[in-house]
């Protein structure tokens, strides 16, 4: 049985969240209010002593054997999709999709997932006002990339989609509440229809 804490409003909780979708994997939801710091609350740090969303809780028939938990969005998702049509078996393909996963944490996430938080969810602090215009420029610069490697690129790997563009399309297609403009990036929103065509797809 699969248990995934996640909430709502989180780019990574809904990443872990589509690719169980998209695979038709039964799991349970469970819902954490980050607004109201349930992941800092002892009956969740019990489960994540890092307070972190997504977690997943895998548990067995076997009552003596103790549940595994994995964090972090990516690894959980790779887990979720093993032997799957998302994850690439040509050696060079799937370092590719990794290459995208780690990309998207130390780029996209950092960046445009932070711009969206500190205009959607903080109100633009004049605190954060500097690094919002940092990250701001960062992102344009990510997205620009993005575009030009998909004018000739279908999904991010090629003509298949893998996982890394589910990854990768979360926290993009979000970019708008962080103030971006996305219709400057044709070939980005073409992207976009086609990952949100896939069977089983859901919105966040």
């Not at 049985?1 to 939801?29: H, Q, R, V």
């Not at 710091?37 to 969303?53: R, V």
């Not at 509440?177 to 089983?200: D, S």
Request: hydrophobic share 40%; net charge negative.
């Amino acid at each position: 049985m699969l248990t995934l804490y996640g909430c709502e409003i989180s780019g990574n909780s809904y990443k872990t969240k589509l690719t169980c979708e998209l695979l038709d994997i039964d799991y349970n939801w469970i819902e954490i209010n980050l607004f109201a710091s349930e992941h800092k609350q002892p009956e969740f740090l019990e489960i994540n002593p890092l307070g972190q969303l997504p977690t997943l809780v895998i548990s067995t028939d076997n009552e003596h054997c103790e549940p595994s938990i994995l964090l972090e969005s990516n690894a959980i998702m790779c887990y979720l999709a093993r032997d799957s049509y998302l994850i690439p078996t040509d050696p060079i393909d799937y370092a590719k999709m990794l290459q995208w996963l780690f990309f998207e944490q130390a780029e996209i996430k950092t960046n445009i997932g932070a711009v969206r938080f500190i205009k959607r969810f903080q109100n633009m602090p004049s605190s954060r006002l500097t690094e919002y215009e940092q990250k701001f420029a960062r992102s344009q610069y990510i997205l620009s990339y993005l575009d030009q490697h998909l004018a000739d690129n279908r999904f991010l790997i090629g003509d298949t989609v893998c996982l890394a563009d589910i990854s990768v399309y979360v926290y993009t297609q979000l970019a708008e509440e962080g103030g971006l403009e996305l219709a400057n990036y044709p070939n980005l929103q073409a992207w976009f229809k086609r990952v949100e065509e896939l069977e089983g797809f859901i919105k966040m």
